[in-house]
């Protein structure tokens, strides 16, 4: 059985996008990318809402820039391997291989891919995955954490759960952005 796991680069007041645009130092890092590489590897299947696909897409032929580093060939080719979900009600096409379009989220039919698939999924962006926390489908949560506090911006949370966490892992880098891995106590 695979976990549903939903991860995002926050600010440290826990904004996914900021009113500016800009969270802070991020991904970006190779030492970091590389570490979400390596964490991600299982996810097989990415559940994605459309404004996060439509972000997430750049890895279709990120691995053809000129000068590429292999961080980010060694990302997108993993991404590119991966099923991808996108759940949207305008999106008419994809641009991605292995990626099809849901119009509804059925909590149901992702509780039953969890139960059939032996490698983990992931719910990316945070109106979609806000479905599947109140859906009680999370099984665990990683925020890339900045070191900027941003003030309004779309929150990771949904405002109207409560949850309990146990902290699993974390882990500092050294341009400020810090992990941590809580699991569904």
Known sequence: MGKLVYAMITSLDGR???DDGDLGRGAEDEEVHTYIEETFRDVRTFLYGRAMYETMVFWETAHALPDAPPHIVDYARG????????YSTTLATTSSERTRIERRFDPEAVRRLKETTEHDLSVDGPTLAAQAVRAGLVDEYHL??????????????????????????????????????????
């Open 79 to 86: 991404w590119q391997a991966a099923q991808k979900v996108v």
């Open 16 to 18: 996914v996008t900021a």
């Open 144 to 185: 890339f954490t900045t070191s900027s506090v941003v003030g309004r911006g779309t929150p990771f949370w949904p405002v109207d759960v409560r949850l309990d966490l146990d902290l699993v892992e974390h882990r500092a880098f050294a341009n400020g952005l810090v992990h941590t891995r809580y699991a569904v106590r």
